[in-house]
């Protein structure tokens, strides 16, 4: 993810840009609070560096966020700034433990569909955000550590 990390040429963006910022926005903080502790406390996946969910980020296992794993929670994970952003995401970890976990067969279906442009409707981020902040405030931990 790089919500802010570069300068970009001032542009007009459009309203399907800024919700899908949004429902990015929405699908990282799920994922940070999903995979936290009671105390709001998580591990980085791919370096084990602890850290409070707010100063985590949420990385993707595959590079390139236009495919149609960009709000896929499954392949998403807590990240230290230094794994997902300096090291580019750490994919060299990432994706040997994700299929550790998840099985090859999983990894292979995910790369195909990483490999697939979706491109989102406006209606259909919106409804993608929406959808994210139910399930936000329905993990266990979201009353205590929010
Ligand atoms: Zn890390």
């Known amino acids: ?20 910022d949004k429902t990015w926005a929405a699908c990282s903080k799920y994922v940070r609070i999903r995979d936290a502790n ?15 969910w707010k100063e985590m980020q949420a990385g ?4 390139g966020r236009g495919g149609s794993v960009l709000f896929d929670t499954d392949i998403i994970k807590p990240q230290c700034y230094a794994c997902n952003c300096i090291n580019h995401g750490k994919y060299d970890i990432f994706i040997p433990k994700l299929e550790r976990e998840r099985g090859s067969k999983f990894i292979q279906e995910k790369s195909r569909e990483q490999s ?13 955000e929406e959808d994210f902040k139910l399930r936000t405030v329905q993990l266990k931990n979201y009353d205590l550590i929010i």
């Open 38 to 52: 009671m105390q709001g406390y998580e591990e980085c996946y791919t370096c084990g560096k602890f850290g409070y």
């Open 116 to 128: 697939q442009d979706k491109e989102y409707s406006l209606e259909e981020l919106k409804a993608k």
């Open 1 to 20: 993810m790089n919500m802010n990390g570069f300068k970009k040429k001032r542009r007009k963006r459009s309203p399907k840009q800024i919700q899908k």
């Open 60 to 63: 993707h296992a595959f590079g």
